[in-house]
């Protein structure tokens, strides 16, 4: 079950290597079609301190986003023009400027999606919504983090597993990278008994169910003991040494992770390995 079809978030040029570093390779590897999308925002009608329209400061602004613009295709294409890979550059105008918003579209006709993780010292004025980009999208996302060396093929795998939708879609999505890694380990954390299976049995149907596809799975079961569920995810992660990390997105509400925070968006804030997200 091949990635067929790829689509880069690119949303600076600093993007520009970090995601190709990852989709590269992988786009070689499976044959694939790779789309790059980058977006700039529309010029906005400032106006002078009398009310009249700044035709100066619109223009530069016009501009700069021009060259910006240019600058992340050139960068684009001296990295994917030598590679031998199928590629297209799809390039974007939106009130945000947001090559994560704009690309929602083209993901939605992809296989998995690769993005970026925001750097915390970047000094972007617009960081691509990764958020908005999980939740619309409809397809996996694999975020490239921000602080961990960048590959293309993941060997440990974790898969943070509590049996729902969003849980089961994200750990199918990843089904092509479980084959080929070569071990997986299914972390349930605080399983709650249930009149189809005891605490005992969780994760293990799901391993079953992956290793009839020649998947080398384990399955861990842990107790949070006060910890957050996103510190004991993070701690198996470098407990186990995993590379790639797969959850389902967003099992609570966007707007109520947004305000408040969550597992999905302390994970997606940790930076220290890929992880691969699905809704």
Request: proline share 4%.
């Amino acid at each position: 079950m091949p990635f067929k079809t790829i689509v880069a978030i690119i949303q600076s040029e600093r993007d520009v290597s970090r995601v190709l570093d990852v989709a590269i390779p992988f786009a070689d590897r499976h044959e694939s079609h790779l789309i790059g999308v980058h977006a700039e925002a529309l010029a906005m009608p400032y106006t002078t301190a009398v009310g009249f329209p700044d035709t100066e400061f619109i223009q530069a602004n016009a501009d700069l986003c021009k060259e910006r613009a240019e600058k992340v295709q050139k960068a684009f294409l001296s990295r994917i023009e030598t590679s031998g890979v199928s590629f297209e550059w799809r390039s974007f105008e939106s009130f945000s400027g947001d090559s994560a918003l704009s690309g929602v579209e083209s993901a939605r006709c992809a296989d998995i999606v690769i993005v970026a993780q925001a750097s915390p010292d970047a000094k972007d004025s617009v960081a691509a919504d990764i958020d908005s980009l999980i939740y619309e999208a409809g397809r996996p996302v694999l975020v490239v983090p921000h602080a961990a060396p960048l590959i293309s093929t993941f060997r440990r795998i974790l898969i943070a597993w509590n049996g729902s939708r969003e849980a089961t879609r994200a750990a199918f999505d990843a089904l092509p990278f479980i084959i080929e890694a070569d071990a997986t380990e299914i972390l349930v954390i605080d399983p709650v008994e249930t009149a189809a299976q005891s605490m005992d049995a969780a994760g293990a149907e799901i391993a079953s169910a992956f290793a009839r596809h020649g998947a080398k799975v384990s399955v861990s079961v842990q107790e949070s003991r006060g910890h957050t569920v996103d510190a004991v995810i993070h701690n198996k992660v470098v407990e186990t040494g995993a590379d790639l990390l797969v959850m389902g997105a967003y099992s609570h509400s966007w707007i109520r992770e947004f305000l408040f925070g969550g597992v999905t968006r302390n994970v997606l804030q940790a930076g220290d390995t890929a992880i691969l997200l699905s809704r």
